[in-house]
């Protein structure tokens, strides 16, 4: 044994420096046992971190949320999607984003019957004033060029859950430029006076009509859905990428990185798939203008969650951290005003 080790201590040495000198004995023998046996710790694997391990932990604000309950509301365009054709609660929103640390997250309409808008806006903001899961805005139906809407509007001027409004406007029934028409800008302008947004989801051949009408509403804020309806099956993406890029030159609008999967076709896509299209986006809106929405339970006709989640997060991997808390959640705090 080392005389160093073995050596008296001195007279004014404490426990600690006793227990010290036992440890090191004891580490020379256990050293020494090993040795003998010809065992070598696994050096290699000590230095190659697990990058589960050492990856940031995100907070997540989910922009585009959907639930819907059969039983109290119709949903027509279900009747062509016989799989989205079913309840879906917040505990099963719960269980289909389990490991995902979302703080918030914003309910977007599901294009009831129009007879029941009232009645969609009324249910999930009592949703949001009981805190139902991270449940914490929505983003309720209207149809801004109908006659009654400024009585239908106007109180939630204010509302403490209700950020927005959204009309779907790729549906079979709406034809190209149908936003374009007066009482449409009329009642979009009047979402701006009233500090309401508007979340613009169209055809992607239709994102002309979306800037011409951006264009028409200056004090209107937007939010352009999924990408603009990049259709990720299109072979030539020529044209949607110049008109998302037109778009994003309009300063007072964002948009929602979302909603691409659900084109995908289900077990044969990848995340290399979907990058052109996110990277195009992030680029053209820059990093201050981007959101994540899940777009639960539509994304499911192609990919989990967790999926498409992780997927995106493979995408951003190698964007500057700033540029993807902004991405996952510091922009949507604000565009939607979470806070």
């Known amino acids: 044994m080392s005389p160093q080790l073995d050596a008296p201590l001195p007279k004014d040495s404490t426990r600690n420096a006793l227990a010290r000198r036992d440890f090191l004995k004891r580490s020379l023998t256990v050293a020494a046992t090993l040795g003998a046996t010809g065992f070598r710790p696994p050096l290699a694997a000590a230095a190659e971190p697990d990058p589960e391990a050492t990856a940031p932990?995100?907070?997540?604000?989910?922009?585009?949320?959907?639930?819907?309950?059969?039983?109290?509301?119709?949903?027509?365009?279900?009747?062509?999607?016989?799989?989205?054709?079913?309840?879906?609660?917040?505990?099963?929103?719960?269980?289909?984003?389990?490991?995902?640390?979302?703080?918030?997250?914003?309910?977007?309409?599901?294009?009831?019957?129009?007879?029941?808008?009232?009645?969609e806006a009324d249910y999930v903001a009592e949703l949001c004033r009981r805190g139902e899961g991270p449940l914490a805005a929505a983003v309720i139906s209207g149809r801004p060029a109908a006659d009654g809407f400024r009585t239908y509007i106007a109180p939630f001027k204010g509302h403490p859950h209700v950020r927005g409004l959204r009309q779907v406007l790729h549906g079979e029934t709406t034809p190209p430029g149908y936003c374009l028409q007066k009482p449409f800008i009329a009642g979009v302008r009047l979402l701006g006076e009233l500090g309401l947004s508007f979340d613009i989801c169209v055809r992607p051949a239709e994102l002309p009509d979306a800037a011409k009408l951006i264009d028409a509403c200056p004090g209107t804020f937007f939010v352009l859905d999924h990408c603009g309806n990049a259709d990720l099956q299109a072979k030539?993406?020529?044209?949607?990428?110049?008109?998302?890029?037109?778009?994003?030159?309009?300063?007072?609008?964002?948009?929602?990185?979302?909603?691409?999967v659900a084109s995908a076709t289900p077990g044969k896509w990848s995340a290399d798939d979907l990058a052109p299209i996110v990277h195009h986006t992030l680029d053209a809106f820059g990093p201050d203008r981007v959101m994540f929405g899940g777009d639960w339970p539509v994304c499911t006709l192609a990919a989990t969650y967790k999926q498409w989640f992780d997927a995106l997060r493979a995408i951003v991997a190698n964007r500057p951290d700033s540029e993807q808390r902004g991405l996952f959640h510091d922009n949507a705090i604000r565009h939607y005003r979470l806070a």
């Open 57 to 119: 932990m995100l907070k997540v604000v989910d922009s585009h949320q959907h639930l819907w309950d059969l039983t109290r509301f119709r949903l027509p365009w279900t009747a062509k999607q016989p799989t989205l054709a079913r309840d879906y609660s917040m505990r099963d929103y719960l269980a289909a984003t389990a490991g995902i640390p979302i703080a918030k997250s914003v309910y977007l309409e599901v294009d009831v019957e129009p007879s029941q808008q009232q009645a």
């Open 236 to 260: 030539d993406q020529t044209a949607w990428r110049r008109d998302i890029a037109a778009v994003a030159q309009r300063k007072n609008v964002v948009v929602k990185v979302s909603g691409i």
